[in-house]
Structure formats: structure tokens, C-alpha cells
């Protein structure tokens, strides 16, 4: 074998050598990416759980602090009537603003992205948007709801319905479709929602699935939040 076939070859072995060398550190690499992300996912997942864990407990003993307070001024407000008469005070102001679980007669409005894609309208048109769940609130708040909440999330007057991605957020919580919406008052005002004309039946046009149900025993929570105001003072 001449020395010009023993190079040929030797060049060739260099090739694969080098090819192999070239797999061999992309799947090094590649399995290290993706353990990192896996990592970074878990931690982020722990992160979270453990958030949720802190709100939780600082919810529950907030809910007990608040029990004992209400017992204690029953307690203070028992066989006197002036003070009575500020407990009921209280205790409307606090419905009015959503602080307290209330029930009565209303509607149930869900909403549920559409199931039956229409290739001739925008596909962003056949879901449900955050300005369309906003536009049913204030519908139902020219009705005369006296209570409205989003997937037992209370509207109150600092609530936000904001777009997040495939889903919305109202005071800061994601939620999903289907979307339902409880309004409590008078059922057959509030039920005038889903009149022709209505927000509703133009959602119906999209694709958009709609129901309304007329209610005597709705039940909406309280808010879970808290109510500060920074810049609103009281006039003295």
C-alpha cells in the first residue's frame, strides 16, 4: 500500500473520529440542557407550592381572626342598642363591599369557548376574551345585580379582569373556560341578558357557547382579598 492510500485513509478515520467526537458532545449537551430544565421547572413548581402553602395558611388564620372578632363584638353589642344598631351598620357596609358570603335569587351565565371551529371567522373571535366576560359583568351590573362573582371569585369595586394568555385573571387569580358567571337580584331583570340584541347572542354569533339560568338559592363568596385604600381619605 502506497503512502498516498495509507493518507486517503487516515484522513477518512479522521473524518468519522471527529464526526463522532461532534454526536458525542451535542447529546452531552443536550442531555444536560435538558436536566437543567427540569431542574429549573421542579424548583420553580416547589417555588410555587410553597407560595400557595403560606397564602393558604395566612387565609385560614385570617378567616379565625375574623370569627373571633365578629364574637366578640356580638358579645359588646348584646342588650345594647346603640351598639346594635352600629353591628347592623357593619354588617350592610360589609355586604355592600363584598366582605361577607351572601345568597339569594339571581342567574347563572357560563360561558365556554367555541367547540365548532368556523374556518371563515378568526379563530381568536370563537373564544371567550376577558373584555367579553367584563362586558356580561356590566350587563348584569345595569340589571341591577347586587352581587356578582366569576368563578366564585367576588367582584368588587377594585376587581380587575385582565387577559393572561389562554386564560383570564379577576383580583389577581387565573381562571378558565367555561366561565361561570353568578349575579344575584332580581332573576327576571337580570335575565333580560340574553334578550336579541344582547351581549349574549352576539357571542352566539361567534360560536361562543352561552347559558343562563334563573336561580332562587345562588350562593356568592366573599372576597379573599383585601380592601386598601391609599388615596381615598375619609372627609372629616
Known sequence: MNKKIESIILGIMCLIL????????K????????????A??????????KTKEKYDNIFSSMEKEQE?????????TNNNQELEDYEKQIKEKSKM???????????IVTL????????SLDISSQLVHDFD??????????????????NDNRIVSTTSILCSGNVIE????????????????????LAALSRPGGYLSKLEQYGIETELEKNNNITIPKYAGALNFKYAQTIK
Not at 40 to 49: C, G
Not at 69 to 74: A, F, V
Not at 97 to 107: H, M
Open 18 to 25: 471527529t464526526y463522532g467526537i461532534s454526536v458525542q458532545i
Open 170 to 189: 379577576v383580583n389577581n387569580q387565573k381562571v378558565g373556560t367555561p366561565f361561570e358567571i353568578k349575579a344575584i337580584g332580581l332573576p327576571e331583570q
Open 40 to 49: 429549573i421547572e421542579n424548583d420553580l413548581r416547589d417555588q410555587i407550592l
Open 112 to 119: 365556554k369557548d367555541s367547540t365548532n371551529a368556523n374556518s
Open 133 to 150: 366576560v367584563l362586558s356580561v359583568v356590566n350587563e348584569l351590573k345595569n340589571a341591577g345585580a347586587e352581587a356578582i362573582s366569576i
Open 97 to 107: 363591599l363584598g366582605l361577607t358570603e351572601i345568597t339569594g335569587p339571581g342567574v
Open 68 to 76: 373571633m372578632i365578629e364574637k366578640e363584638r356580638e358579645k359588646a
Open 27 to 38: 447529546t452531552v449537551n443536550s442531555i444536560n440542557s435538558n436536566l437543567s430544565t427540569n
